[in-house]
């Protein structure tokens, strides 16, 4: 069998084998050569005013919006976002409790019994060893 395969691969086209030459990477593709409005969203550090970093949102022209209107905008987001989450029902609530409960005291447990485990091992090296 194995003296078989060997035959096919003397005897295959040169053309039907894979190439053993490295392919060239794919090229990349940056934002500048991106043609259209693909303007980044913020400028480069030094090119606002002063020399301090300019943010340029994009779709956002004229003057900005008031504090009020700004605080009013949010509380509206944030009810919109609440109705959408899904609260978990009382008995989820309480089984969570109860394995957390549970899985802290077997931890706690575990711990302890292992610190006391190795201070009676170091307590006893110390005192065969004469310190």
């Known amino acids: 069998m194995a003296r078989q395969k060997d035959d096919n691969l003397e005897n295959a086209d040169d053309n039907s084998l894979p190439s053993l030459e490295p392919t060239p990477p794919p090229g990349r593709t940056g934002s500048t050569d991106v043609e259209g409005d ?4 913020a400028a480069r550090f030094g090119e606002g005013p002063e020399g301090r970093g300019a ?5 956002l022209t004229g003057a900005r919006a008031g504090f009020f ?3 009013t905008t949010f509380g509206s987001d944030v009810r919109s976002e609440m109705r959408r989450v899904t609260w978990p029902t009382l008995k989820d609530v309480q089984n ?9 005291a077997f931890f ?24």
Do not use: C, H, M, Q
Request: charged letters at 20%.
């Open 55 to 59: 943010r340029r949102e994009r779709g």
């Open 96 to 104: 969570t409790t109860i394995i957390t409960i549970i899985a802290v």
């Open 108 to 131: 706690a447990t575990y711990l302890w019994l292992i610190d006391k485990g190795w201070t009676f091992v170091i307590n006893g090296l110390t005192k065969a060893l004469g310190g």
């Open 38 to 41: 693909a303007s980044p969203r």
């Open 69 to 71: 209107e700004r605080i």
